[in-house]
């Protein structure tokens, strides 16, 4: 036989050397790794009352042998009136993920610049870098509030993307109206602005509306949403785009997949959105429920940051992976944090109030170690 001849295969150096994105560990691997069954997942922010009862209603009425529609028809209606935007200024996509990979795919020429925050959502550089742009992030401030003055400063500098998310994942905070307006005034004409609001429903009612204050601006803008984290419908796979104007959705239409949104995940998402009662009844306890968590971690001395979110971003004080390792141990899936300066953080998300006291003891636990 003669050699194989694929190392010699030329690759996209922009593809093939892209940092891998950091999944939370699953549970079926948490069971694998503790031994344990008993599996508390607060790695992923998903929602841990599952989703409404008229979503499994709907999907009754799955046809499995169709191909699903690729625009979307019946969810873009019923977002466009929910939302009083046009039809033709929303995408959606395959999880809000896959609509952070059409923008890229856009918008962005190799060698463009795109800026984010750090510590943030992995997705906003990796999809930048594999549309081969240069990254430029913009650090939070010490306190864990984001730096308006660096933020601003870097708009500045007219990348083609800015992507903020607002409210924060991983850290938590949301700008406030004040802070927007600034934003908001120091973008260029040149750079779109994508404002990633997968955490919009969890955020406290005296915040601003981000799509409220875009759509009020002359900008180029993405809003990003999704049925994953507030919905609860993390497994089917569902976000989407509101874009400034339709020449922007046309473009981000034509950069993802014609099929990318399943039957199944249309369906859902439509029964989820006429059941709103569901969501923030939920919503509503688990912001209880982050109000209690936060103070137990306060009253242990440990910092946290101010959360708009499901989750919470914890100094633990020593290696996040280390302390991975410590909950694994007591089955509790949480996200050690590795980006440089908050290798000492964790991100937990809000679970049921009996898996949060299970952190919480276990938070305990490793305080006094
Ligand atoms: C969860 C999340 C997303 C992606 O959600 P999808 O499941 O792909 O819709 C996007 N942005 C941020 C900041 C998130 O936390």
Redesign the pocket.
Same mark, same amino acid.
């Given at each position: 036989m003669s050699k194989p001849l694929h190392t010699e295969l030329p690759l996209n150096p922009h593809v093939a050397g892209l940092p891998p994105y950091n999944a939370g560990m699953n549970i079926a691997a948490a069971r694998l790794h503790s031994g344990r069954e008993d599996i508390a997942a607060l790695a992923s #922010?998903e929602n841990p009352d599952g989703c409404s009862p008229k979503v499994a209603a709907a999907l009754a009425g799955l046809n499995p042998a169709r191909y699903s529609d690729p625009a979307c028809t019946a969810l873009r209606a019923a977002l466009g009136e929910k939302l009083g935007v046009a039809t033709d200024r929303i995408v959606v996509? #395959?999880?809000?993920?896959?609509l952070?990979a059409a923008v890229c795919r856009a918008v962005l020429r190799p060698g463009a610049t795109v800026a984010t925050v750090c510590p943030g959502?992995g997705?906003?550089e990796i999809e930048a870098l594999a549309n081969g742009a240069v990254v430029a992030k913009v650090a939070m401030r010490a306190d864990l509030e984001f730096d308006i003055a660096a933020i601003l400063a870097t708009l500045e500098k007219a990348p083609a993307i800015f992507f903020l998310?607002s409210p924060s #994942?991983p850290v938590g905070p949301a700008l406030d109206r004040d802070s927007l307006d600034r934003v908001v005034a120091a973008v260029r004409p040149e750079t779109l602005l994508v404002l990633?609001e997968?955490?919009f429903e969890f955020t406290a009612d005296d915040l601003p509306d981000g799509l409220a204050v875009l759509s009020a601006s002359r900008l180029s803008f993405v809003v990003?949403r999704?049925?994953?984290?507030a919905y609860g419908l993390?497994g089917l796979?569902?976000?989407y785009v509101v874009t400034s104007d339709a020449r922007l959705a046309r473009a981000m239409t034509a950069a993802k997949t014609p099929f990318n949104v399943n039957a199944a995940a249309q369906i859902a998402a439509a029964a989820a959105l006429q059941d709103e009662a569901w969501m923030r009844a939920s919503i509503s306890a688990l912001k209880a429920e982050r109000a209690r968590v936060a103070a137990a971690i306060a009253a242990m001395g440990l910092p946290a940051a101010r959360s708009q979110t499901n989750f919470l971003f914890i100094d633990v004080r020593r290696d996040s992976q280390a302390a991975m390792d410590h909950f694994l141990s007591k089955g509790i899936i949480v996200k050690p944090w590795k980006e440089e300066g908050f290798e000492s953080f964790i991100r937990v998300t809000i679970g049921t109030p009996s898996d949060n006291d299970r952190f919480l003891d276990a938070l305990g636990a490793l305080a006094m170690e």
């Open positions: #922010n996509g #395959n999880g809000s993920e896959e952070i959502f997705l906003h998310s #994942n990633d997968a955490y990003l999704t049925f994953s984290k993390a796979r569902v976000g």
